[in-house]
């Protein structure tokens, strides 16, 4: 620091020393401010990293998806046939194919039949590669399309969670070559062979459910996590006794879903109803009732076709197809409840910048009984046309407020009468929290569909706060 310099009585110049250094260091304003600052942004970013972030959420146009969506009870017409005797069996029929009384489905024993799969299916070289030979020259074009068709639906639903489906999918292949390698008059000749004893489609499983009466129908009967059933076709040895396989004798079958009281409320009187099959996705039209079972009530649905897709299949993931409302998508997070009072619109002076804005004249009362006046504006939340009233924030006003009528004497007094729980979100589109009015029509466990062009509302691409529990009126929100 340079010495300033200053001249004493005798005329002479000395300089004059700088004090500061008494301290010890030099005082600079700049760096002191600059050190305050740097330390309030440090607090600033701390708090924000630390914070509870709040995420948002844009509206969007739509419906609910997946709203009715049940894993369905199966129940037809079955009859199980049982082996007359033991020994290892050979199944030439496939399964889900709808046989004719009398057509050989199996046949127990080493019969001509138990035979020929023996040689169809030997493998190695010599003999058994002249009959393999054989066995692709057997198969016809309808066979080759079948074994494709089969081949690409287990690949496209294949999943590590459904492995036995290997198991029947090799059932099925080697059921398409051995039916190949037979005449058709092969029952005649087959020793222990076994017929179908009347028309149906072939099923091999067994699982409990073949006599059930929907009467004895539970909520427990119909989770899929308890069920089990017994694939026949990996039994390579019967007895005498043993079931060998089912048939489904009748094209008219019917699905069985429990429903609670609010969708049974919105399924009352419905004759019919349009359904999905996620399996396949096929749309159907079907006669529609609901039953009450012992624990509760079901609906049902009444099929007389399409069975051959689903002869083998005991549950049925399937979506009611029910006239949605379309709407706002929102989250069911998003949704809070607050108070409100109701105003009588003559007591409110409309804003002439926003229709969300009135202007009241507010009276209440001191201790010592004096008259306090205020003029005070209040948000409006909904209007009702029809009865001509506004909905204010009730943190405005109190019990026992008074509103007066704007040019009069008359006063409205505030009471809990007044006072409406009403359901919104928070917009944030603005930068900080504004509580808007929903009208839900729709709802599931996730979204709600609620109703737009309303003013006093939401509109599509409207961001909303994602979880109302972290957010308060008039919030900034970063």
Not at 353 to 358: L, M, N
């Amino acid at each position: 620091m340079a010495k300033d310099i200053g001249k004493n009585k005798s005329g002479k110049v000395t300089p004059i020393q700088d004090k500061r250094k008494d301290f010890g260091f030099d005082i600079n304003v700049g760096t002191i401010l600059f050190s305050v600052i740097f330390l309030y942004l440090i607090v600033i970013f701390i708090v924000y990293l630390t914070r509870e972030k709040v995420t948002s959420y844009e509206v969007v146009s739509g419906a609910l998806s997946g709203n009715y969506r049940y894993s369905a009870l199966a129940l037809k017409e079955e009859d199980v046939v049982e082996a007359q005797e033991s020994g290892p069996i050979t199944y030439y029929a496939r399964e889900g194919v709808n046989v004719n009384s009398g057509e050989l489905v199996c046949a127990i024993g080493q019969g001509a039949a138990s035979a020929a799969k023996s040689d169809v299916l030997t493998s190695g070289s010599g003999d058994g590669e002249s009959a393999r030979t054989s066995m692709v020259t057997n198969l016809s074009p309808e066979d080759i399309s079948d074994i494709k068709n089969m081949l690409n639906t287990f690949s496209a639903n294949f999943s590590a969670g459904t492995f036995a489906d290997v198991y029947d999918l090799k059932s099925n292949l080697e059921s398409v070559i051995l039916q190949s390698s037979i005449d058709e008059d092969a029952g005649e000749y087959v020793s222990g062979n076994y017929q179908a004893p009347e028309a149906g489609f072939v099923v091999y499983a067994i699982d409990g459910y073949e006599n059930m009466d929907e009467r004895n129908l539970t909520w427990d009967l119909l989770s899929e996590k308890a069920y089990k059933k017994s694939n026949l076709r990996l039994n390579q040895n019967v007895s005498s006794g043993d079931d060998i396989f089912k048939l489904v004798t009748s094209e008219n079958w019917n699905l069985y879903f429990p429903i609670d009281e609010k969708l049974k409320t919105q399924l009352d009187g419905m004759e019919s109803i349009r359904l999905r099959f996620l399996k396949d996705n096929s749309v159907f039209r079907a006669p529609f009732s609901i039953i009450s079972g012992k624990d509760g009530s079901y609906g049902k649905i009444s099929l007389s076709n399409s069975l051959a897709r689903f002869a083998a299949d005991r549950f049925l993931d399937i979506e009611l197809l029910l006239s949605k409302a379309n709407g706002l998508k929102v989250p069911v997070s998003s949704i809070v409840s607050r108070d409100f009072y109701r105003i009588p619109e003559e007591y409110a002076t409309a804003s002439q910048k926003s229709e969300k804005e009135v202007f009241l004249q507010t009276m209440t009362f001191r201790k010592d009984g004096s008259e306090e006046r205020k003029n005070i504006t209040a948000n409006v939340y909904s209007k009702d046309a029809e009865d001509h009233s506004y909905l204010v924030d009730a943190s405005v006003l109190s019990d026992g407020d008074y509103v007066l009528m704007p040019g009069t004497t008359k006063k409205f007094e505030i009471s809990d009468d007044d006072k409406e729980t009403i359901q919104g979100v928070y917009n944030i589109n603005k930068g900080y929290a504004v509580f808007r009015q929903i009208n839900i029509l729709d709802q599931n466990e996730e979204f709600c569909i609620v109703q737009p062009d309303n003013a006093y509302g939401l509109a599509a691409h409207d961001r909303i706060a994602l979880n109302a529990s972290q957010v308060k009126e008039d919030q900034i929100i970063a």
